[in-house]
């Protein structure tokens, strides 16, 4: 059973910086695209950032120029460095990964994380 195991949220005040990262673990032949997305309380969830295995990225404009995605493929975890962040950054953050399983090598599936919250203050 795949398991993507997030950290990193927390309480921070505007303008602070945070890192989230998952791990992704048990039983994967590859990864292909990871990410992060975040759900606001009354909103949809939606993206914030995905990066491919060949390391293309790609951000929502809300996000784009304080926040930066990253990979190691060797641990299988992905990270989310955002800087400057405001109040509207406010949601639970969750972690998204698109991979084969070793029983299913020709078939992609898509996991998420249990979500971590991000409380930004004024």
């Known amino acids: 059973q795949v398991q993507l195991v997030e950290s990193g949220g927390g309480l921070v005040q505007a303008g602070g910086s945070l890192r989230l990262s998952c791990t992704a673990s048990?039983?994967?032949?590859?990864?292909?695209?990871m990410g992060w997305y975040r759900q606001a309380p009354g909103k949809q969830r939606e993206l914030v950032a995905t990066?491919?295995?060949?390391?293309?990225?790609n951000y929502a404009d809300s996000v784009k120029g304080r926040s930066t995605i990253s990979r190691d493929n060797a641990k299988n975890t992905v990270y989310l460095q955002m800087n400057s962040l405001k109040p509207e950054d406010t949601a639970v953050y969750y972690c998204?990964?698109?991979?084969?399983?070793?029983?299913?090598?020709?078939?992609?599936?898509?996991?998420w994380g249990q979500g971590t919250q991000v409380t930004v203050s004024s």
């Open positions: 998204n990964a698109k991979l084969n399983r070793f029983d299913m090598r020709n078939v992609e599936s898509d996991y």
């Open positions: 048990r039983s994967i032949f590859s990864i292909n695209t």
């Open positions: 990066i491919r295995s060949d390391g293309n990225t």
